[in-house]
């Protein structure tokens, strides 16, 4: 089986707005990504086989820094594009079929990056009307991982879409001996303004994610 057609087509999808992104394109591009990859294994015709000639690895990011809520947009990524997710030194490793791998790992960069951007400007927004931005960004950042995890569930419960019994097999065998990570995140601030960021993340989110601006 070919899949370097889908991967450079999904790539390209990612790719569209990057130079100069609108927050409609970078958002709308994951879930244009994940029905691609999703169609793409329904209509083929013999998908155990398939599965069998796509190996199961993983691939590591950097992209997030040391940014807590990265963790929690990476598992979303992960959970809805057919991988797992762990943190290995303190990166980001996608496990799964390598071409699941490779666009939740493409996915979740670019949505950390749109992220960032927009919580950025959340925070900078806040700062010159306050004079302080204390837990702005993180609340941002934690509303807009809700929203897409929302949109995206909705999907892939609609497309049925499931960790391969092999990856959840290989990869509880692999993790066995890890220890568990908790991610959680302390912001402390203004409540009414860390509520309203993070409602302004999750309205980011979920919005994009419904499809809307998908042709």
């Not at 394109?25 to 000639?53: C, P, R, S, T, W």
């Not at 040391?66 to 303190?90: E, G, H, P």
């Not at 049925?160 to 995140?185: C, D, H, L, Y």
């Not at 302390?186 to 409602?199: F, I, V, W, Y």
Request: hydrophobic share 35%.
């Amino acid at each position: 089986m070919d899949n370097e057609k889908v991967i450079e087509k999904i790539r390209k999808i990612l790719e569209l707005s990057k130079n100069n992104p609108s927050k409609e394109e970078a958002e709308a591009a994951a879930l244009q990504a994940q029905k691609l990859l999703a169609k793409y294994h329904i209509d083929m015709q013999d998908v155990e086989v398939f599965e069998g000639e796509d190996d199961i690895t993983e691939e590591t990011t950097d992209v997030g820094g040391t940014k807590k809520w990265r963790f929690i947009l990476a598992q979303v990524v992960a959970d809805n594009f057919r991988c797992k997710m762990y943190s290995n030194n303190n990166c980001v490793t996608f496990y799964g079929h390598s071409t699941d791998v490779t666009v939740a790992k493409e996915t979740y960069e670019y949505l950390f990056k749109v992220a960032h951007k927009q919580a950025c400007h959340e925070r900078d927004a806040v700062h010159r009307v306050y004079g302080t931005s204390a837990g702005i960004y993180g609340s941002y950042c934690s509303g807009f991982a809700r929203g897409v995890k929302d949109a995206l569930d909705a999907q892939c419960t609609a497309l049925m879409i499931v960790v391969p019994q092999e990856v959840e097999e290989g990869f509880a065998e692999m993790t066995k001996n890890f220890r568990t990570r908790t991610n959680t995140i302390t912001n402390r601030g203004n409540l009414r303004r860390m509520q309203e960021a993070k409602d302004s993340g999750y309205t980011s989110g979920r919005t994009a994610m419904s499809g809307k601006y998908i042709s």
